[in-house]
């Protein structure tokens, strides 16, 4: 049995779920449908005593790049059935559920992106059984360790990130965003979105407070931001840089400066475990990250297709 979890069933629902990904989950940002099962401990007399066995969750997204085109796509973000209720037919019964939504939905077909992984093989021939096509394609993503900051910045940049870092010697420049006022910081991020017409920054939110005060910093020139990177804290304990925007001619330098900060803020602040993962959707932050970390190439995954 197939439900769409709303608020009262998602807490039965939340152990098989990725921490990272439960604030989308709670925020309503994704959605979520669960497989109800009867349970095998102890077989319930009333079919309405059921048990979450399984879960996909997935969002509706305005444009993503098929080719050389942006077609509205239905996102697969998460598959899981619990190991107890596997060979059940629960994760068809949630792909037909899917499929379904599909009929009855603008978006033109569904993607998932599986990692590259031989552990990974049996969820892409599940997958291809459903009618999915698959190619390795790179992702606009890059996941950043302590090691990396270590082994990849450079004496000189480190010198700078961790000068930057220590706080009393940061640069009167660099402001974080935590001290801009509401309606200033409102006014840079929609200047920056605008800046950035591919609309790939749209559905970041205009509350300051949503993004994580201590990583999140702007460049102010004369009162005015010019520079923003911004970092989403997860409920896991990661960061997740959400924009690296700029609305400055000496963008590029600024914004070096901006990761340069972060990354040693990073390196000296958050336990050894913590990851930042960089959202690279934009070709200067991707060229900047690159720049920064030379030895660190973004994410490939298996993509796959279903129209």
């Not at 099962?37 to 079919?47: L, M, N």
């Not at 085109?69 to 697969?76: G, N």
């Not at 870092?165 to 640069?171: E, F, M, T, Y």
């Not at 602040?269 to 970390?293: C, D, K, M, Q, W």
């Amino acid at each position: 049995m197939v439900i769409w979890v709303k608020d009262k069933e998602l807490d039965a629902f939340l152990p098989i779920i990725p921490e990272d990904m439960r604030g989308r989950v709670k925020s309503g940002e994704w959605f979520c449908l669960g497989g109800l099962a009867e349970p095998k401990e102890a077989p319930s007399q009333s079919p309405d005593e059921r048990v979450a066995a399984g879960v996909l969750l997935f969002s509706s997204e305005e444009g993503i790049s098929y080719g050389e085109d942006r077609v509205p796509m239905i996102e697969l973000h998460w598959l899981y059935v619990t190991e107890g209720y596997r060979q059940e037919g629960i994760a068809n019964e949630l792909m037909q559920e899917l499929s379904d939504i599909l009929e009855d939905n603008p978006a033109e077909g569904i993607i998932c992106d599986i990692p590259l992984g031989s552990e990974y093989d049996l969820i892409e021939d599940f997958f291809s059984s459903w009618g999915f096509s698959f190619e390795v394609t790179e992702l606009n993503e890059m996941t950043i360790t302590k090691e990396d900051c270590r082994r990849e910045i450079s004496p000189e940049n480190r010198e700078e990130a961790l000068k930057l870092a220590s706080g009393p010697a940061r640069n009167i420049d660099l402001v974080s965003v935590s001290e801009l006022s509401e309606e200033q910081f409102k006014k840079s991020i929609r200047a920056m979105k605008e800046e950035e017409r591919s609309g790939y920054y749209d559905r970041l939110p205009e509350d300051r407070d949503a993004y994580a005060g201590d990583m999140s910093y702007a460049v102010v020139h004369n009162g005015e931001v010019s520079s923003m990177a911004l970092f989403e804290r997860l409920e896991n304990g990661n960061l997740h840089m959400v924009m690296l925007g700029t609305l400055s001619k000496r963008g590029a330098k600024e914004l070096l400066t901006l990761l340069r900060f972060c990354a040693g803020y990073y390196h000296l602040n958050y336990p050894e475990e913590a990851t930042v993962r960089f959202s690279l959707g934009i070709e200067r932050s991707r060229n900047l990250a690159v720049h920064l970390f030379p030895d660190k190439e973004p994410e490939r995954v298996r993509r796959g297709y279903f129209f």
